[in-house]
């Protein structure tokens, strides 16, 4: 072949692809205006149902999860649709059948991916939180505040937003500190061995009553118990519920204020709360002690 004939056969085959491109402009056209329109509804659709969903069952986080796994949906419909209607059908076709072939490929390359989502799905149903619940899942504590497709967001007390996969919200312990809305703290006071401990407890329990934060009813009681006879002190264990749906700081504050009036009772009672008592002994027969006490202090 000469030149001159390749040189010719190059030009035909640009023609005509141009002439093939220009006479499916149309078809592109449509298809492109498709997926503008197959977006738009999508996302009507998707706030639509988020918005229906979260009227029926005032849940946030599962009207926001299906309402974004919807417009999703209608999304690759819309793609699929403008594919065949651009005239690139076999490309949809194609598309749709390397995915079948590949299932177990894309399988194990996005493994982490389809098990946060299929994780997502569940707990969008069936979960141990609700939005502003506090949860400590494994040894991330905070408020919850999103579920998504792929993570759930927490708010740590301390500022920081951590996104953990919804696989590992499933499979690790999740600990609710608000579902019912109750917490038990705790915190030891020692009294010094002569005090009488019964009416120690006593006037414990008439301090934890005057703190209008701390609940006592029939199910959430207040008790105080010895806990330990230690060096110096009779140890004395307070244990007091809290209302938690402001968890932690007004939980923390309701503790500070315990702890607060339960020291100031109990002085103003009489009752002593000494220190460690340190006791120094004296071996090898030595009989004075080598520094004063004036040296002690110093040092």
Do not use: C
Request: proline share 3%.
């Amino acid at each position: 072949m000469s030149l001159q004939n390749t040189k010719t056969s190059v030009t035909e085959a640009f023609q005509n692809s141009v002439s093939n491109f220009i006479d499916q402009l149309p078809q592109i056209a449509m298809g492109i205006l498709i997926v503008v329109l197959g977006i738009l509804i999508a996302g009507w659709i998707g706030k639509f149902a988020r918005r229906r969903i979260s009227a029926r069952t005032e849940d946030p986080l599962m009207s926001k999860f299906l309402g974004t796994a919807i417009r999703y949906t209608f999304i690759i419909i819309a793609i699929m649709l403008a594919l065949r209607a651009a005239g690139l059908g076999g490309i949809a076709a194609g598309i749709l059948t390397a995915a079948g072939a590949s299932a177990v490929v894309l399988g194990f390359a996005f493994k982490d991916i389809g098990e946060n989502f299929i994780a997502g799905i569940i707990l969008a149903f069936n979960r141990p939180f609700d939005v502003d619940d506090t949860v400590e899942i494994g040894s991330n504590f905070g408020k919850v505040k999103t579920l998504d497709l792929r993570y759930t967001k927490l708010k740590t007390f301390d500022g920081k937003d951590v996104y953990i996969p919804n696989s590992d919200v499933l499979t690790e312990p999740v600990t609710n500190y608000t579902e019912d809305g109750f917490f038990r703290w705790d915190f030891i006071i020692g009294i010094a061995y002569e005090d009488n401990i019964e009416g120690a407890k006593e006037t414990v329990l008439q301090a934890l009553a005057k703190e209008p934060n701390v609940i006592n009813d029939e199910i959430h009681e207040n008790f105080v118990i010895e806990d330990e006879l230690a060096t110096s002190t009779v140890n004395l264990k307070v244990f007091f519920w809290v209302d938690t749906k402001d968890f932690r700081k007004q939980a923390l504050i309701t503790k500070g204020n315990v702890v607060r009036n339960v020291k100031e009772a109990l002085e103003d009672a009489g009752y002593y709360m000494p220190a460690d008592i340190q006791e120094i002994k004296l071996y090898g027969g030595v009989k004075e002690f080598p520094l004063s006490l004036r040296q002690l202090a110093d040092k």
